[in-house]
């Protein structure tokens, strides 16, 4: 079975572009998170989203960021305009059913704001 | 709110011996999940182990176990017969409402 699958695994882009993240959830599966990474802060959860509808995206850090799901096998995390600061491995996970199920993570993309 | 803590930011075994990973936490639910994810070098996150609060048993997978102490707040990890491939970045979670990661142990095998 596929796992989740993030696009691109690496992205490198000057300051102030845009920057698409893109995630397809497993099959099935009804919740989706995005994480982002760092040697700072460790992982933090950045939104999640069930059955499509964002639940909770108090750890999106400012208006910058900000994250769709158009279906239940599409997401994205949009970063516009970007900064340094928000270089980081950012993960897209998967569950299915109860929250407290396992979540099951991506590869990442690894981000490099210049 | 939850905050999970690994004390041990590094730590290393020999191939073939035993290792046990640290990992408390703070809350004042009763009924939570815990996890171990493992993060090699290639940046996957991996299920490990899973463990329900409500069960007094340890969860077991293999030659990886837990130690689960609730009234303590304590999850730590144990791993047997350590293998080169368990090189690799261990992160504490505990799920509630959302989950909190600990700032992980980076785990080296050596040959």
């Known amino acids: 079975d596929a796992g989740v699958i993030q696009s691109p695994r690496h992205e490198v882009t000057e300051m102030g572009q845009e920057v698409t993240l893109r995630c397809k959830p497993i099959?099935?599966?009804?919740?989706l998170f995005w994480y982002r990474q760092t040697m700072m802060r460790g992982l933090e959860l950045l939104i999640y989203?069930?059955?499509?509808?964002?639940?909770?995206d108090s750890g999106m850090p400012e208006d910058r960021f900000s994250a769709k799901m158009p279906n239940a096998s599409f997401s994205t995390l949009k970063i516009q305009p970007s900064e340094p600061r928000d270089s980081a491995v950012y993960f897209c996970?998967?569950?299915?059913?109860?929250?407290?199920?396992?979540?099951?993570f991506g590869d990442g993309t690894r981000l490099s704001i210049l | 709110a939850q905050t999970v803590t690994q004390s041990q930011p590094e730590m290393s075994v020999q191939e073939a011996e035993t290792v046990t990973l640290s990992c408390t936490y703070d809350?004042?639910?009763?009924?939570?999940?815990l996890f171990w994810y493992k993060q090699p070098p290639s940046r996957q996150m991996i299920l490990v182990i899973r463990q329900e609060a409500y069960k007094q048993q340890n969860a077991t997978e293999n030659r990886f176990s837990v130690n689960f102490q609730k009234a303590a707040k304590s999850f730590s990890l144990k791993i047997s017969d350590s293998q080169l491939g368990d090189t690799a970045m261990y992160f504490c979670?505990?799920?509630?409402?959302?989950?909190?990661f600990g700032a992980g142990t980076r785990l080296t095998v050596k040959p």
């Open positions: 996970a998967s569950s299915m059913g109860q929250r407290n199920q396992p979540q099951h």
């Open positions: 809350t004042s639910e009763n009924n939570y999940y």
């Open positions: 979670a505990f799920m509630k409402h959302d989950m909190r």
């Open positions: 099959s099935g599966h009804d919740y």
């Open positions: 989203f069930n059955n499509n509808v964002p639940i909770d």
